[in-house]
């Protein structure tokens, strides 16, 4: 990443934020919006690490319903769906 920053840098482009800063704010990104991972040990002790299933399910379910309303929500309220993956419920 480090590479990258340079060289955007070398060809001119304003605004390029520090190595420093960059990893604060992906750091708070992880922090805000990111899916925990958590830490287990088995029972023959190997440790391993696993995303929050309950966190993953949640956030799927609710992009898919909002995603379902903005299809079929038109400028003149509910319209049938012209969008090729809408679902016949909705079209």
Aim: hydrophobic share 35%.
């Amino acid at each position: 990443m480090g590479v990258f920053l340079w060289m955007l840098r070398e060809v001119g482009v304003q605004g390029v934020p520090s190595f420093a800063s960059l990893r604060e704010i992906q750091s708070r990104l992880r922090t805000e919006s990111g899916i925990p991972t958590h830490r287990y040990e088995s029972t023959q002790g190997n440790v391993y690490f696993m995303n929050d299933v309950q966190e993953m399910i949640a956030r799927v379910c609710d992009s898919s319903w909002r995603y379902l309303c903005l299809m079929s929500i038109g400028h003149t309220g509910l319209h049938k769906s012209s969008h090729p993956s809408t679902p016949p419920l909705l079209s």
